[in-house]
């Protein structure tokens, strides 16, 4: 207790300390940070976590159910479906990685100048961005996909540009309450460029909700793979991916069921790991939005 | 109100403009020679050099980019979307005859969504907190999260190859055989549905979440106004508002969800049409089904959003 007369400051909390603890509040949320986690691992230390080369055809094994030799059986070609599986997400990390990444950075770039400037610029940019917004994500990504010639870069383009709109109307909006702020009205009376007070200025001040929109959205990105490997778009045989698996072993789904479940729980898994990590970046970042969830 | 209508069908249109315009020059400009619309690549390799520059001077590939778009657009204006090198028909008719077969199930799924989402997300919202929220919350979130095509093919081992309950693939109108079309679209529906359903329960759940924090309905429980009375009158109509909104993106996302059910369940509608003829270099058809699948879209929200300004009197007389 204070002695009368005197204000009692409560104790300083470390912001960095703030944001862990909120973070970390919910379980769901440290579930899926570490499914993340052994995911990045997974992919990263393929090569040494997988028992087979995922390549390598066991042909006196063919189809095999899961056994203690292959804990997930073999595939018609009798390739292990345990090591495909690990090889595959790092197929899919790549994927959404740098589609993520075309994307984020097209959509920053495009919203920024959208906001920052407003007027003419923000009404073409945004018209456009809604002309984008028209076309449903997977048919945008396959006809670019496609039309760009297959294979796993233009799958990663196409996903990319299907993503750009959501990216650009976030900064948009970001930019455009931010541009109100006072110490942006001072840097243009002392003569900074548009440039200048957009990266040092507008651009950092946006970063939270476009990092929690980056992990929600790699959800999205590993689902609109998958569909497209699915599709037979992107990987070329006998590269593996979870999509793709789960199209091959739908021809044996009477005798090797675990061919097509097997990858979609991995995809799911790293989906929902996403999404909650993103809640949680949410909630930690955001305090007005918790309790809405 | 009349305004705000204007307004939108204005931008509506534009935005279908630019749509066509993207998907234009999406054709055009990728790699690939621009004569592969109307011809396959055997046709290309038989002909000789004088006879294709012929074909092009009638396809009008030698006019400025500009022409070729506005005579492009005046076709399709006349409904004349090219012709389907694979099957030899025009892609008006080739789309017209499975439009209504991806709608039936694409509405059914839109339908569901509402029906089954919404409730869903009021019941968490006046239960949070509880058991039936813990257990729905995670129920969506599971739902948001499975790839579509692989609950079709999980759908399809269970009820289909296992219980022997349902038919596995196929599509047969349902003027002819109604009873066959509903068991053969039980599946395909419900995979198409789930995602609806799952977000617009999120959405319906924080938005409620957010409404009843609000002074009226403090107001109301302070009435004494009975519960039903105050979620349903006060509560709900402003808690639709954001989740109508958000319904016409959801439409979107079925679309693009039907592009891989249909090709799981066989059934012959726009999005087996688009992936055949991007796996056959159809373009003609490709072309057409995305202006037609975009447009489409467009043309719905502008509903969704006239019906907001119905919704929300803010905007009405804003």
Redesign the interface.
Known sequence: MAPPGQIEIPPRVSEFWRFYRVFLNRG?VVFGLVVVVAFLLTAAFSPWLAPYDPYEQHLDNLLQPPSWQHWLGTDTLGRDTLSRIIFASRTTLMVGVIALGIAAIVGMIVGLMAGYFGGWVQAVIM??M??????????LA???A????GGLRNVMIAIGIALVPGYARLMCGQALSIKENDYVLAEQSMGASSVRIMLRHVFPNCLPPLIVMITMMM?MAV?AE??LS????GIEAPAAAW?GM?NDG?SR??TN?IL??A??IA??LV??AF??VGDGLRDALDPRLR??? | MATYILRRLIMALIIILIVTVIVFLTMRLLPGDPILMWLTQDDLKQLTAEQLQILRHEFGLDKPMFLQYTDWLSGVFQGNLGTSIRYNTSVTSEVLRRIPITLHLGLLAFILGFVFGIPAGVICAVKRGSLTDTVITTLTNIGITVPVFWLGILMMYVFSLYLRWLPTYGYTSPFEDFWLNTRQIIMPVICLAVFPIASTARQTRSSMLEVMRQDYIRTAWSKGLIERRVIMKHALKNGLIPIVTLSGLGLGGILGGSVLIESVFAIPGMGRLVIASVQNHDYAVTQGITLIIASGIILVNLIVDISYGWLDPRIRLG
């Open positions: 769901l018209r456009i809604d002309a984008l917004m028209a076309f449903p994500m997977i048919l396959l006809v670019i496609a039309l760009l010639g959800g689902l998958a569909g699915y599709l037979g778009i999509g789960i739908y789904i009477t069921p097509s479940f990858p979609g995809i799911m989906v929902f999404n909650m309790g809405t969830f």
